[in-house]
DNA sequence: GTTAGCACTCTATCCTGTCGAGTGCTAAAC
DNA sequence: GTTTAGCACTCGACAGGATAGAGTGCTAAC
């Protein structure tokens, strides 16, 4: 379904600002503001015709127009300025950047909080998911009292440990053994395939200590349950406050309990998951997510050496700046995409 | 300054009522819901004493009257049953803790999340100070590809670990001789005096390696510096949005925005921290930080071997019911204490 | 010292009328 | 056939006024 060119002005002209008021938009609005050459009478019948094919409502008979979902969906496919960041605000965000942080959390949380503040919506992200990376050594560390270290560290730099008790029948060459077993057969592996099949070989030849090796496996079984993946950031929520859709304390309760729950969040941006590249947006109730109705997300994915292991995101009222928003989101991947190899140890 | 009886039973009616009902309190409702045996007009009479006197407000003439800060301070102090929780509430809050937690963050944030359930307020605590704990392990634990591992286990089981870069110069015999003096050296000391002075003795013994040591003590610092005491746990603010007084969504946006700030928390959390022992309550003004004039707080501390490590506490609404909060805070720090000794092994 | 009664005050609420923005329709102009 | 001007109409926002009700303070009687 195409609009006509008059149409698709007089639909532009009516999103841009409706985003930037939030009142309904009237057609002598329009004529002045908007440069179209014709008068309101005009443009009245060209929204009652926009309005017939649903990309516009009425909240009643003696209003404005107001954008509806179709009409955003319509903007954002075949409207909307795909533009990058003019050089000063990429330099701008950039700046933002230049405290060097040294964990992939803390990098995503700034990227969070850089997003928030420049879009003034809300931010999200997902770290990465590195199930496919691959294991560059495990190590178990005596300690004193019966108690052990294991560490696990990944060819992406990524370092757990945890403290486990040790049973009596275990000594320091026990484990060092254990250690060197573990090692030969688990290193440079990647973590899926450690889960998935290789246990049993171990379990072979470690037939002697299984009590133990039960205990550690369970935990590198956690350690990796607990992977980056799981964790979903989240900034700038306060934002929506801002928003004067967000009025009512009723609907700022029910989005803000909604973006307290990870489950919610990382639901919305593994949707955009399976997109290889590129920007997704998510209008109102397109969402899976019940609640989402009056808001719109704008994701994107981040890479490491051409493949996606995370997504990042930001969420506002369905009356949001697309343009504006969608060049940011994108940019953010395309840096992030490039901060991640500093993490990605070859 | 002390009321007489009356004039304190009509002080508790109000304030009683106030927190149940958020309503101004009138002079009828007072004689028909609280049995004080005397009619209306006389409670009125009182009512005109307690207001001169300052320990409650009339928001309009002809409003009812509603509790000061004084008058709270007076309930809190003077006129509260100071009430342990009874066996069945003891029981339903210890069945939230039956989930076994591994991690002193998930035990805070478990003790959070329960509070929060069962005040219907908002609750926060500060991680546990381990300045005074001692080291029981350092250890170098040489990876691959010139990086090794630091890892540090104090006497609590805290265990914390970073990935450094090697020097060329090092090889696994001078890192294990490294981990050799520092353990020497080092075991055993409290966190606070490895930063204070031991850092020149160890330096003389390994000058040979003093560039490598110089960045591995850093991190040591850095990673003491990350100490749990810096976190802080926050849960239920969105209870907040419950109260009738955080209605305006101005207040919310206010409130919430100093709920996301670690340092605010802390420094509430702090104040009561020189308290040995006890709950503190801080009503409204009392507080040192800007914006909680309309919010009181109750926190309480929490111990190991009877040396105070951290504090948890509930924020709400001036009108709250202290009673109740003021019981399963104090519950909650000594059951914390209790938990906490499972993770300071001997 | 306590209470009943009463006049008074103030807010919340409802109703009403007015204003203005915006529409849809029609007929005239292009 | 398309565009425009004109006009009647609709509806929400807002202000003003009336009303009800909760609560008070005061006074006089008990």
Redesign the interface.
């Known amino acids: 379904m195409t609009l006509d060119e008059r149409k698709e002005k007089v639909l532009q002209a009516i999103i841009k600002d409706y985003i930037s008021t939030a009142e309904p938009v009237g057609s002598r609005t329009i004529a002045k503001k908007y440069d179209l050459g014709v008068s309101p009478a005009t443009i009245r019948n060209e929204m009652a015709d926009l309005e017939e094919l649903g990309y516009i409502e009425q909240p009643h008979t003696s209003a404005g127009r107001v954008p509806s979902e179709r009409g955003y969906r319509y903007y954002v496919d075949c409207l909307m300025n795909k533009t990058r960041l003019n050089q000063e605000e990429e330099r701008s965000i950039l700046k933002g950047f230049s405290t060097k942080v040294q964990e992939i959390a803390a990098v995503l949380q700034l990227t969070n909080k850089i997003m928030s503040d420049f879009t003034s919506y809300t931010s999200m992200a997902t770290g990465p998911n590195f199930k496919r990376s691959s294991l560059?050594?495990v190590?178990l560390?005596p300690?004193?009292?019966g108690?052990a270290?294991v560490?696990l560290?990944t060819d992406n730099?990524m370092?757990q440990?945890?403290?486990i008790d040790l049973p009596n029948t275990i000594n320091d060459v026990d484990l060092q053994k254990i250690s060197q077993v573990m090692n030969a057969k688990l290193q440079g592996l990647n973590l899926e395939d450690i889960k998935q099949t290789l246990i049993r070989e171990i379990y072979f030849e470690l037939s002697k200590h299984r009590h133990f090796f039960d205990a550690a496996m369970d935990l590198i079984q956690e350690t990796l349950n607990l992977n980056q993946e799981d964790k979903v950031y989240l900034a700038g929520a306060?934002n929506m406050?801002?928003q004067p859709e967000?009025?009512d304390?009723h609907k700022?309760?029910t989005l803000?309990?909604l973006l307290?729950q990870d489950k919610v969040l990382k639901e919305i941006l593994i949707e955009s998951n399976t997109r290889e590249d590129g920007v997704t947006v998510k209008i109102g109730g397109e969402h899976k997510v019940e609640g989402l109705q009056d808001c719109s997300t704008i994701t994107a994915t981040y890479q490491i050496n051409g493949r996606v292991i995370g997504s990042v995101g930001v969420i506002g009222p369905t009356r949001m700046d697309y343009e504006k928003v969608v060049s940011i989101v994108e940019f953010m991947t395309r840096h992030l995409s490039q901060l991640m190899k500093d993490f990605y140890?070859r």
Chains 1, 2 share one sequence.
């Open positions: 560059r050594h190590q560390v300690l004193d009292h108690k270290l560490v560290v730099g370092v440990s945890k403290l306060l406050l801002n967000f009025r304390i700022v309760k803000l309990s307290e140890v």
